[in-house]
């Protein structure tokens, strides 16, 4: 059974970054292969994983339902669509979900789907799924069971209350979570934890500010590439061995 792990938070907080360090870190941690999907209609997970452009799954639900056909072979001509968005890497594949769903009925496609994404991750140690602030495809359920929920948040108090409402949300929806967390990202001070006792929930770890990853970034060099050099890589290899033990620090 593999594990899934959905990365939430505001815009701009760091959820691609923590998404593409978490996979290096579950590979560091010898947990292969990965699935990462990147749930963020304006994609950008493969850019830090060093992958070229996915096409999104978004499209197979208009190709589907304009296509000829019946029920049982729509299911297969799908599963050939999820399997052709895949871009494989060597231990880390990618898909990307692509834009939401038109003003059509969508339904029967997207249970086609969720099945065929649950058949897809079901081959997979562990999937990563990179989510976009709005949580779209988390509230569509397009997602099975998610073991972890990792919630980035900066420390402030808006930070607090911007991943409490989302964990609001999904408590909501009753989304079925295994467990939450807080995934502090550049934390303003050294992010010790010290002030753990006023958080809302088990604290992952505190990402320290990193200047390697833009420079990283911009050269186009695959963050599962990163060294132990990075201080934030190597803090989310900690962190993925808690997460993996299931104890918080
Ligand atoms: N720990 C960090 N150290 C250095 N830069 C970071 C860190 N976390 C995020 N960034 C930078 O902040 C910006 C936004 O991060 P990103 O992961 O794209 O956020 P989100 O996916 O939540 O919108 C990016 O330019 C990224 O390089
Ligand atoms: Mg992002």
Redesign the pocket.
């Given at each position: 059974m593999s594990l899934l792990i959905a990365v939430a938070?505001k815009?701009?907080?760091?959820?691609?970054?923590?998404s593409a360090l978490l996979l290096r870190a579950l590979l560091a941690s010898g947990v292969r292969p990965l699935l990462a999907v990147d749930a963020d209609p304006n994609a950008?997970l493969h850019v830090l994983l060093g992958f070229p452009s996915p096409k999104g799954l978004g499209s197979v639900r208009e190709e589907l339902l304009e296509g000829p056909g019946g029920a049982a072979s729509k299911e297969e001509l799908l599963e050939a669509m999820v399997q052709q968005r895949v871009v494989e890497g060597n231990d880390v594949d990618l898909i990307a979900m692509g834009r939401g769903e038109g003003p059509g009925c969508y339904c029967f496609v997207n249970n086609l789907l969720r099945r065929s994404l649950s058949r897809l991750a079901g081959g997979y140690a562990a999937v990563v799924v990179?989510n976009e602030a709005g949580m779209e495809h988390l509230s569509r359920r397009n997602l099975r069971r998610i073991d972890h929920l990792v919630l980035?948040a900066d420390p402030s108090p808006r930070g607090m209350s911007a991943a409490c409402a989302i964990r609001d949300l999904a408590a909501d929806l009753s989304l079925p979570v295994g467990k939450s967390w807080l995934l502090l990202?550049?934390p303003y001070s050294a992010g010790d934890g010290g002030d753990a006792p006023s958080l809302p929930f088990p604290l992952l770890a505190a990402?320290?500010?990193?200047?390697s990853?833009?420079a990283w970034?911009a050269d186009g060099r695959s963050f599962l590439d990163l060294g132990d050099g990075s201080p934030?890589a190597s803090c989310m290899a900690g962190a993925i061995r808690n997460l993996l033990a299931g104890k918080a620090r």
């Amino acid at each position: 059974m593999s594990l899934l792990i959905a990365v939430a938070g505001k815009g701009g907080v760091g959820k691609t970054t923590c998404s593409a360090l978490l996979l290096r870190a579950l590979l560091a941690s010898g947990v292969r292969p990965l699935l990462a999907v990147d749930a963020d209609p304006n994609a950008n997970l493969h850019v830090l994983l060093g992958f070229p452009s996915p096409k999104g799954l978004g499209s197979v639900r208009e190709e589907l339902l304009e296509g000829p056909g019946g029920a049982a072979s729509k299911e297969e001509l799908l599963e050939a669509m999820v399997q052709q968005r895949v871009v494989e890497g060597n231990d880390v594949d990618l898909i990307a979900m692509g834009r939401g769903e038109g003003p059509g009925c969508y339904c029967f496609v997207n249970n086609l789907l969720r099945r065929s994404l649950s058949r897809l991750a079901g081959g997979y140690a562990a999937v990563v799924v990179d989510n976009e602030a709005g949580m779209e495809h988390l509230s569509r359920r397009n997602l099975r069971r998610i073991d972890h929920l990792v919630l980035v948040a900066d420390p402030s108090p808006r930070g607090m209350s911007a991943a409490c409402a989302i964990r609001d949300l999904a408590a909501d929806l009753s989304l079925p979570v295994g467990k939450s967390w807080l995934l502090l990202n550049r934390p303003y001070s050294a992010g010790d934890g010290g002030d753990a006792p006023s958080l809302p929930f088990p604290l992952l770890a505190a990402i320290p500010h990193d200047p390697s990853l833009p420079a990283w970034e911009a050269d186009g060099r695959s963050f599962l590439d990163l060294g132990d050099g990075s201080p934030a890589a190597s803090c989310m290899a900690g962190a993925i061995r808690n997460l993996l033990a299931g104890k918080a620090r």
